[in-house]
T-cell receptor, first 111, second 113 residues
Framework: GIQVEQSPPDLILQEGANSTLRCNFS?????LQWFHQNPWGQLINLFY???GTKQNGRLSATTVATERYSLLYISSSQTTDSGVYFC?????????????FGKGTKLTVNP | ETGVTQTPRHLVMGMTNKKSLKCEQH?????MYWYKQSAKKPLELMFV???????ENNSVPSRFSPECPNSSHLFLHLHTLQPEDSALYLC????????????FGQGTRLTVV
């Protein structure tokens, strides 16, 4: 099945800094999602982005499907951005449409 | 409001107990999922239901028994669990199981004592 790898595993920032999180995947994808897991465990949808670029406020994401990676950009980070960011992907066909998660990037934003 | 609601949020149970986790989605989706998140491990898919039919069971022990009575509700029945089953259990739904955006509930944090 598809492999999903995220980097870096941990990231510490000062408030106001910008950051880039990376997600590499091993196969062509038909679904690529970014999530933020808050301290209470809930997964919040950030982007559904199997290809292209999207922006939502201070966050944006780009997926280059042909090169099998996706990037999540966080600008002007705030303490509330702290948490774990997950990338998840699935590929179509062969009964393997399940969403496979990376191990996450733990982001800590200090005041 | 995520549209996917899980209850209870926290559960402590003994190894001989029987309990159930409940998930309800208000999004009109046709596929529902159970995931398990253990400490320091990626989220693991446990079960997939599409139109109330179980379409995937990822080698999950029989002490976990899912039930999907309709497309809006999903249960996970638990019995004779082990301490290593302590984890965050997340429910998700999507419009269909074929590569559509998934939405997650708040999770149930389960502790087996």
């Amino acid at each position: 099945g598809i492999q999903v790898e995220q980097s870096p595993p941990d990231l510490i920032l000062q408030e106001g800094a910008n950051s880039t999180l990376r997600c590499n995947f091993s196969d062509s994808v038909n679904n690529l999602q970014w999530f933020h897991q808050n301290p209470w465990g809930q997964l919040i949808n950030l982007f559904y982005i199997p290809s292209g670029t999207k922006q939502n406020g201070r966050l944006s994401a780009t997926t280059v499907a042909t090169e099998r990676y996706s990037l999540l950009y966080i600008s002007s980070s705030q303490t509330t951005d702290s948490g774990v960011y997950f990338c998840a992907a699935s590929t179509l066909g062969g009964g393997s449409e399940k969403l496979v998660f990376g191990k996450g990037t733990k982001l800590t934003v200090n005041p | 409001e995520t549209g996917v609601t899980q209850t209870p949020r926290h559960l402590v149970m003994g190894m001989t107990n029987k309990k159930s986790l409940k998930c309800e989605q208000h999004l009109g989706h046709n596929a529902m999922y159970w995931y398990k998140q253990s400490a320091k491990k990626p989220l693991e898919l446990m079960f997939v239901y599409s139109l109330e039919e179980r379409v995937e069971n990822n080698s999950v022990p029989s002490r976990f028994s899912p039930e999907c009575p309709n497309s809006s509700h999903l249960f996970l029945h638990l019995h004779t669990l082990q301490p290593e089953d302590s984890a965050l259990y997340l429910c998700a739904s999507s419009a269909s199981r074929l590569n559509t955006e998934a939405f997650f509930g708040q999770g149930t944090r389960l502790t087996v004592v």
